[in-house]
Nanobody, 131 residues
Framework: QVQLVESGGGSVQAGGSLRLSCAAS?????????????LGWFRQAPGKEREGVAT????????DYAASVEGRFTISRDNAKNTLNLQMNSLKPEDSGMYYC???????????????????WGQGTQVTVSS
């Protein structure tokens, strides 16, 4: 089981920026399995389903974004620190919610966007954007 710990959440006004980080540890995978695995950021607002925000394919370093954040958010991975980052710019009130880091396998050659495909989760970090 992969351990994931998020940090960096907070409160910001609309138009502002935040940077989230996720420290990942406890990988016991083979090299092949590790390279064919994904890390992702998800978010959940009160009363809403947890939705995918961005994903990172560890082996290929390919990234994918939800349409609602494309062009504003950037997902990246620092190999030396083994952290997954999410740079969030031009934040909107609708970006508010609990943000979670997750780990899971590649599915059909790409990182899945749905929460059901991810097996390991962090505890979450709160992001609040005020108008």
């Amino acid at each position: 089981q992969v351990q994931l710990v998020e940090s960096g959440g907070g409160s910001v006004q609309a138009g502002g920026s935040l940077r989230l980080s996720c420290a990942a540890s406890g990988y016991t995978y083979s090299v092949s399995r590790y390279r064919n695995s994904c890390l992702g950021w998800f978010r959940q607002a009160p009363g809403k389903e947890r939705e995918g925000v961005a994903t990172f394919f560890i082996g290929s370093r390919a990234t994918d974004y939800a349409a609602s954040v494309e062009g504003r958010f950037t997902i990246s991975r620092d190999n030396a620190k083994n952290t997954l980052n999410l740079q969030m710019n031009s934040l909107k009130p609708e970006d508010s919610g609990m943000y979670y880091c997750a780990a899971g396998p590649v599915v059909w050659g790409r990182c899945p966007a749905h929460k059901v495909d991810y097996s390991d989760w962090g505890q979450g970090t709160q992001v609040t954007v005020s108008s």
